[in-house]
C-alpha cells in the first residue's frame, strides 16, 4: 500500500510542478519556477520509491493517466483553458485504459 501512496504522492507533485511551470514563464518568475523545479524533484524520487514494488509499465500507465486528467482539471481552473468534447472523450479513454490496468492486469516486479 505505502508504494501506491508513493505514486500518488509523484503524481500529485508533478501535477503541481507542472501546473507551475505555464506560470514560470520560461523560468523568468522565480517562485513558480522554484515550484517546478522542487516538484519535480519530489515526484522523481516519489516515483522511484513506488517503483520498489509497482511494475514501472503499471506505474507510467498510471502515473500519466491520472495526471493528464488532473493537469486538464488544473489548467482549466488556473488557466481558462476549456476543452471540446472529442478532448473529453480521448481522457475519458485514458481513464478507462488506466482502471482496466488496475482491475485487470496481473503484471507483478521481478
Known sequence: MKYWLYLMLAILTEVVATSALKASAGFSRPLPSLIVVAGYAISFYAMSLALEAIPVGIAYA?????????????????????LDVWALIGIGFIIVGVVILNLLSKVEVR
Do not use: D, P
Open 62 to 82: 498510471v502515473w500519466s493517466g491520472i495526471g493528464i486528467v488532473l493537469i486538464t482539471v488544473a489548467a482549466w481552473f488556473l488557466y481558462g483553458q476549456r
